[in-house]
């Protein structure tokens, strides 16, 4: 009876260390697996924010492209109105000139009738 006593002992705690052994082996398993989870959850994560930064530089260089065109768009509006002026300017005085010269040779043409009529009337 003793001898199966112990005999049944020595399995029991065979038994008991193989599965201890067999759970100590999965947690171990189960930690690298959350290790190597994470790592590659850290990497992920890396690479998204690299893409992401690089997605708002690409964003930014656009709203700076775009502002730098407009800004010459605008540039060359008001270029465009100050040329205008300038022509609008340069023609009113063309047509002051032309007036002042029409009036002058009016003015002479009538001189010259008023003298013509004054040795007529001597």
Do not use: P
């Amino acid at each position: 009876m003793k001898k199966l006593k112990k005999r049944r002992k020595k399995k029991k705690r065979k038994r008991r260390m193989k599965q201890t052994k067999k759970m100590r082996k999965k947690k171990k398993k189960n930690e690298e697996m959350k290790i190597e989870a994470e790592e590659k959850n850290e990497e992920k994560t890396k690479k998204d924010g690299e893409k992401k930064s690089e997605e708002e530089e690409d964003k930014n260089e656009k709203k700076v492209d775009e502002e730098a065109v407009f800004e010459q768009e605008i540039e060359n509006i008001e270029e465009e109105k100050k040329s205008s002026e300038e022509k609008e300017k340069e023609n009113e005085k063309k047509e002051v000139e032309e007036e002042e010269e029409k009036y002058e040779q009016k003015k002479v043409d009538v001189m010259g009738i008023v003298a013509e009529l004054n040795q007529e009337n001597k």
